[in-house]
């Protein structure tokens, strides 16, 4: 008797998967994008050195990049559905014991156990969708890139709000995104009792890492467009506003110009995986976000306080090359397990490389002391965001570029 395939079963399996991918999505960034505003205090309850405040700031990445790159090993042990649930457990206790210590590196211990969680789920949800939704990668992905811009903007939108009205206050506010981590934990274990159950040889081990996925130009080029990406979203998280400020803005108003800008992954998240879908060459939109990459940082450097608005929307519209980039992993490759190392490569490589960003970006402040040569170095990164672009992009998948054997 053969193995029965992994989408067969009754029709509740799809809608709790579907719930399972949304519900963690939302919960794969609030752990970083909430800590922000409301920093200030957090160092203070914690008497955090500045040094080690810049470690909490540079965590998230280097979680994400480190951690990344150990999903595919535990996936091979455990099964994809139930290394997605230790991932999303270790998210939510990360979280929720955090805010409970007074001890600062034990905090910081615990936000690297939260972000070492969320990057199982970065790597492994894609190839959960290719998985389980091959007909539907579209819809289930455009869900899961809006469920990451939403939990990225709305609390770094609320998380201060609330930290005047919750008990506790910053650690209310913090730990709400643990208690809703926790929500999240629910349909991945139902998923995993249903994998353990009903496991089928294309869920078994194989043998290559994800490292052999080096040897696909497009993969090597993915990456190389993901970590360009990644490094001017998290520039922007952490100066964006700050670059305002110093051109003439008041706090308020730069704050306002930050949040237009995170606030645009929510619909680039919704279109932009439809867009990947529907048009077989992609290279003109890796060519469009470039350009209004550009726009974005040329208007703030010679007009900063003229028209804000407009070049928040620029950069704002250019961040749908995040979307971009996630899409492109599940539509340039075709196999599953080759699905599964190429967002592990691909996420590992990139955040690695986006780390560096805003420790740069402040270097180059301190030395020239204004933002003219930050801005023109991250003008010239859009270039190199374009150029691997256009390679990722064009057509073709990354299976055929690996020898037969690793793809068998």
């Given at each position: 008797m053969t193995a029965p395939h992994p989408r067969a079963g009754v029709p509740w399996r799809s809608v709790v998967g579907g719930a399972a991918v949304v519900l963690l999505a939302v919960n794969l960034r609030p752990g970083a994008s909430s800590l922000g505003p409301v920093l200030a205090e957090v160092r203070a309850g914690l008497s955090l050195h500045p040094?080690?405040?810049?470690?909490?700031?540079?965590?998230?990445?280097?979680?994400?990049?480190?951690?990344?790159?150990?999903?595919?090993?535990?996936?091979?042990?455990?099964?994809?559905?139930?290394?997605?649930?230790?991932?999303?457990?270790?998210?939510?206790?990360?979280?929720?014991?955090?805010?409970?210590?007074?001890?600062?590196?034990?905090?910081?211990?615990?936000?690297?156990?939260?972000?070492?969680?969320?990057?199982?789920?970065?790597?492994?949800?894609?190839?959960?969708?290719?998985?389980?939704?091959?007909?539907?990668?579209?819809?289930?992905?455009?869900?899961?890139?809006?469920?990451?811009?939403?939990?990225?903007?709305?609390?770094a939108a609320v998380s201060a709000p609330l930290a005047d009205v919750l008990p506790g206050g910053w650690r209310g506010s913090l730990g709400l995104w643990g208690v809703t981590a926790a929500v999240a934990v629910v349909p991945w274990v139902v998923l995993t009792v249903v994998e353990r159950r009903r496991r089928v040889p294309s869920q078994r081990a194989v043998t290559w890492s994800m490292f052999q996925v080096a040897r696909s130009r497009k993969a090597l080029a993915l990456t190389l467009f993901f970590g360009s990406q990644s490094t001017q979203a998290y520039v922007q998280f952490g100066w964006i506003a700050q670059v305002y400020r110093d051109g003439g803005l008041d706090a308020p108003t730069a704050g306002l110009m930050a949040s237009v800008i995170a606030a645009f992954g929510i619909p680039a998240g919704l279109l932009m995986p439809w867009v990947v879908h529907r048009f077989r060459d992609l290279r003109p939109v890796v060519v469009t976000l470039g350009l209004l990459l550009v726009a974005g940082y040329t208007g703030i450097l010679v007009a900063p306080t003229t028209t804000p608005w407009l070049w928040a929307t620029c950069l704002g519209m250019s961040g749908a090359a995040f979307p971009l980039a996630i899409a492109l992993i599940t539509l340039r490759t075709r196999d599953p397990r080759v699905t599964t190392r190429v967002s592990a490569f691909t996420q590992s490589g990139g955040y690695l490389i986006a780390a560096g960003g805003p420790f740069l970006v402040g270097a180059l402040l301190g030395l020239s002391g204004g933002w003219t040569l930050p801005l023109a170095v991250l003008i010239a990164g859009s270039v190199a965001m374009v150029g691997t672009g256009l390679v990722a992009a064009a057509p073709g998948y990354v299976d055929d570029e690996l020898p037969p054997g690793l793809t068998a």
């Open positions: 040094a080690v405040t810049g470690v909490l700031t540079a965590l998230p990445a280097l979680a994400f990049a480190v951690f990344g790159s150990l999903a595919i090993s535990l996936a091979i042990r455990a099964g994809l559905n139930a290394a997605i649930l230790v991932g999303a457990v270790a998210a939510a206790g990360g979280l929720l014991l955090r805010v409970l210590v007074d001890d600062a590196t034990l905090f910081l211990v615990l936000s690297l156990v939260a972000f070492a969680g969320m990057a199982l789920g970065n790597v492994l949800v894609p190839a959960f969708i290719k998985r389980h939704f091959p007909r539907r990668l579209a819809r289930v992905t455009a869900a899961y890139t809006t469920g990451l811009a939403v939990g990225a903007a709305l609390p």
